[in-house]
């Protein structure tokens, strides 16, 4: 089991920042991915970025590059979405999640993962 905790949501205004975190404990050792979703309810579980544990490489969905980056620190098992320039369409529960990415996997897809954090709710006024 792996277990996700998620922290940093928050109000904001638009065109400010925010900073999520989401620290991993429990077997870990076969999560190659971190994903970043969000919700909006009644919506579909949106991509929003994933970074791999070795390596680092990132993607992000149209919707938030250039604005959002994603980091990780393998010593802490944490991951980190750095939101900047937030728009009040950027409003939805944000949630990280592990995945094995074995090959072939799609990582923007949510079934691609196995674990999943409660959620931390980021609300940005106009």
């Known amino acids: 089991q792996v277990q996700l905790v998620e922290s940093g949501g928050g109000l904001v205004q638009a065109g400010g920042s925010l900073r999520l975190s989401c620290t991993a404990s429990g077997r870990t050792f076969g999560m190659a991915a971190m994903g970043w979703f969000r919700q909006v309810p009644g919506k579909e579980r949106e991509f929003v970025a994933r970074?791999?544990?070795?390596?680092?490489?990132?993607e992000y969905s149209d919707s938030v590059k250039g604005r959002f980056t994603v980091s990780r620190d393998n010593a802490k098992n944490m991951v980190v979405l750095q939101m900047n320039s937030l728009k009040p369409e950027d409003t939805a529960g944000y949630y990280c999640?592990?995945?094995?990415?074995?090959?072939?996997?799609?990582?923007?897809?949510?079934?691609?993962?196995?674990?999943w954090g409660q959620g931390t709710q980021v609300t940005v006024t106009s």
């Open positions: 970074i791999m544990w070795s390596g680092g490489s990132t």
């Open positions: 999640a592990a995945s094995p990415a074995a090959m072939g996997v799609i990582l923007r897809r949510p079934e691609s993962y196995e674990y």
